[in-house]
């Protein structure tokens, strides 16, 4: 396999990378190796992990690798991402297996085709029926993989909007060598999500319900990771999409719906296919720029709902925040601080941190941001977006149903909704990140019947468990007494263990039944 990158970095096929490191969007700290990314929530600097150099991929390695499956993609791309020296390219392999294996799909991933050219590619096979279960899976068997080497703990910190507490959950519940410490925000969250995440009854996952919005609730978040001798002092990191580890598993997702959607790659250039991208965080969206980036010949599109920031940043270079945030229907997208948007800005400025901790250090302080002239006009020939209102997502889920009696999830909506607008036939995959099964409310709304698998009905029945906290509360001095006071309980555990052999007792908060 032949690859270059800018700068001069060079891969062959065979094991993983020869030589990759990471650095901060801001510049302020040193580079790190996939291990040192995989296990920080944020940089020391406030600022993002991505790759020192991007792989660039020639023409004659995309068309072998078109005939690849979603798995095979996936372990093709981490190589490149991820030093064989780290975790050698067969334990890779089997670590990616391990990680899907749990998926219901036997292709992991499926591509329906559907009336008027609206090709829906489903990430949502995994078990809590989002698309966040496919990275998040496999980057719970590499700090696994790590951990266990090490023979380290780690303390997880994860805000949610719905989707990547389940997933996160999922990912390492009952693993003695992790806790994870999940916000989400109660009432933002439909009953499905919030019982994915508080009817998982382990030792080591704890749920709160915070009585505020998703950019609410990733404050305290932030705040415990600046503190950087608390955050070493108990190995804090983070799963969200600031995770390097989950953008490098969603580049897959672009290469194998361009491979899916591409009329023929017999022709020199290879042809264009639009990605329509339903984005909050815009994790998956900033996958996509550097799938572009690696030479896929994609055209990208970020579809969002009425929090409308990143659409308003492709268009006008605004990238500030509303007076207040919209609750929508596509729910897990009511975000109005995109932390991804750096990742892309970061990208487009040619790996400026110099210039990205000054727009970030201005957007933090002010909440408002004018992009640079130069930096909008490289965004804007990136990027195209669109904003769905709810009366959009409502017409787009009942057309679908009526030409396909195929039901899309309210997320998935807001990238059909664009499909729909769009006069020409051109090739086009709307990535959908989640089932409808999950949104009963949204499926009502538009005057359809929703379709509840055995699994989503048996939730509601289940004994619950989580952890209030109050509008006026502190939460990150509540948070970090809960860190605190669950390494104690670990620690006294593990003493009591080796002393006697006999079991400890569950360790946390509000039982709810």
Not at 269 to 296: R, S, Y
Not at 332 to 358: C, F
Not at 392 to 401: F, G, L
């Amino acid at each position: 396999m032949s690859t270059s990158a800018k700068g001069g970095w060079a891969a062959s096929g065979g094991g993983g990378s020869a030589s990759m490191e990471y650095v901060s969007t801001r510049g302020g700290t040193g580079t790190v190796d996939f291990e040192g990314a995989l296990f920080s929530g944020y940089a020391p600097d406030q600022g993002l992990f991505m790759p020192q150099h991007i792989p660039l991929l020639d023409g004659d390695t995309l068309r072998r690798w078109s005939s690849l499956s979603y798995r095979e993609l996936v372990k093709e791309l981490c190589s490149l991402f991820i030093t064989a020296g780290l975790i050698p390219r067969s334990m890779l392999n089997d670590l990616i297996d391990r990680a899907f294996s749990r998926f219901r799909h036997k292709d992991v991933v499926h591509l329906s085709k559907l009336k008027d050219g609206l090709n829906v590619l489903e990430l949502w096979h995994g078990v809590t029926y989002a698309f966040k279960d496919l990275s998040l899976s496999c980057t719970g068997q590499f700090l696994q993989y790590f951990l266990e080497k090490k023979q380290k703990h780690v303390t997880i910190l994860v805000g949610t909007s719905g989707d990547t507490g389940s997933s996160a959950i999922e990912s390492v519940r009952g693993q003695k060598n992790m806790d994870i410490f999940v916000l989400l925000p109660k009432g933002f969250c439909t009953q499905i999500q919030e019982l994915q995440m508080t009817t998982v009854i382990e030792d080591n996952v704890h749920v709160f319900a915070a009585h505020g919005n998703s950019d609410e609730i990733d404050e305290p978040i932030k705040e415990l990771f600046a503190d950087v001798d608390f955050a070493r002092k108990y190995n804090l990191m983070s799963l969200n999409s600031v995770n390097w580890s989950r953008i490098m598993v969603q580049i897959a997702h672009h290469f194998y719906a361009y491979f899916q959607c591409a009329p023929s790659l017999d022709t020199t250039p290879l042809p264009v296919v639009e990605i329509v991208v339903p984005t909050g965080g815009g994790g998956n969206i900033t996958a996509g720029c550097i799938a572009q980036k690696m030479g896929l010949p994609i055209r990208l599109v970020a579809a969002v709902n009425s929090n409308d920031i990143i659409h308003r940043t492709v268009q006008h270079g605004d990238f500030s925040l509303s007076e207040s945030m919209k609750a929508t229907l596509a729910s897990a997208m009511d975000i109005q601080e995109p932390y991804n948007v750096e990742r892309i800005l970061w990208l487009l400025s040619g790996s400026d941190s110099h210039l990205i901790k000054t727009l970030m250090e201005r957007f933090s302080a002010s909440k408002s941001l004018t992009l640079p002239e130069d930096l909008h006009r490289k965004l804007s020939e990136t990027l195209r977006s669109c904003s769905a209102s709810d009366e959009d997502i409502v017409r787009a889920m009942q057309r679908c149903w009526e030409e396909n009696h195929y039901l899309l999830c309210p997320h998935s909506a807001v990238a059909a909704h664009y499909h729909y607008s769009q006069p020409d036939g051109a090739p086009r995959c709307c990535l959908a990140p989640a089932s409808a099964a999950k949104f009963q409310d949204a499926v009502l709304r538009a005057g359809l019947v929703p379709q509840l698998p055995p699994e989503i009905t048996a939730l509601t029945a289940m004994e619950t468990r989580s952890t209030p906290l109050d509008r006026g509360q502190d939460w990150a001095q509540a948070l970090r007494g809960w860190i605190e006071a669950m390494a104690q309980w670990r620690e006294a555990r593990g003493h009591c263990l080796a002393a006697s052999g006999q079991q400890g007792i569950t360790g946390q908060g509000v039982t709810q039944t």
